[in-house]
């Protein structure tokens, strides 16, 4: 008998908790009886998302701004490579005499 009463205990005690974990998420859900310090938590997380948020944007934005930079710069020399045929290595010209690499690396 004490075994069942005990259980009864138990059981009326989980249903207490669970009805108070209901109450107090239907009243979230609705907006009643929110404690002040839970919305300026919740204000807190909000301002740190969208700072998050703006920040990522921002390094987004950076690497496409760096990767075309860098194509530019890529096609920039490419074409000033092909419209200055005279600033070929003087290795290419057959009456310029060879130069050693010390030779090169001491200019």
Known sequence: MERTFDALADANADARELDEAVRSGMDVALGVDMLPDDEDEIKAE?????ADA???????ESAQQLVAMGATHSESIFDAA????EQISTRDHADAP????EQVLAE
């Not at 703006?54 to 987004?60: Q, S």
């Not at 060879?98 to 690499?101: D, Q, S």
């Open 46 to 50: 909000l301002a740190a998302l969208e």
């Open 54 to 60: 703006k920040a990522d944007a921002r390094v987004k």
């Open 82 to 85: 092909q419209q200055r045929p």
């Open 98 to 101: 060879e130069r050693r690499p």
